[in-house]
């Protein structure tokens, strides 16, 4: 079984930052993908953000602006959010699952959201 405890989120201005975390615990065999994942209301949830144990991927639309990080001493990952725009506006998501291909897939845990608001 694993766990996820979300951190971070808020309301900031555009151009303004914020930093997410995600603290896992459990089996590590079982997180040993960690992504971030965002749902705006009315759109399907997509991935910005997931890491291996040591590789790190960003998505199209954050890359350049948002960096990812892990501590897997602690089981802690982190996303930071620079230069964030309206659009980035969503629930946020933790997920977690075991070692696939680049961590593409296979996400079966999840934490319970952090909601993230940029106002223009």
């Known amino acids: 079984q694993v766990r996820l405890a979300e951190s971070g989120g808020g309301s900031v201005q555009a151009g303004g930052s914020l930093r997410l975390s995600c603290a896992a615990s459990?089996?590590?065999?079982?997180?040993?993908?960690l992504g971030w994942f965002r749902q705006a209301p009315g759109k399907e949830r997509e991935w910005v953000a997931r890491s291996g144990l040591i590789d790190t991927y960003l998505s199209d639309s954050v890359k350049g602006r948002w960096t990812i990080s892990r501590d897997n001493a602690k089981n802690v990952m982190t996303l930071q959010m620079d230069n964030l725009k309206p659009e980035d506006s969503a629930m946020y998501y933790c997920?977690?699952?075991?070692?696939?291909?680049?961590?593409?897939?296979?996400?079966?845990?999840w934490g319970q959201g952090t909601q993230v608001a940029v106002s223009s």
């Open positions: 997920g977690a699952g075991p070692a696939t291909r680049n961590c593409e897939s296979g996400y079966s845990y």
């Open positions: 459990g089996d590590w065999r079982s997180f040993y993908c």
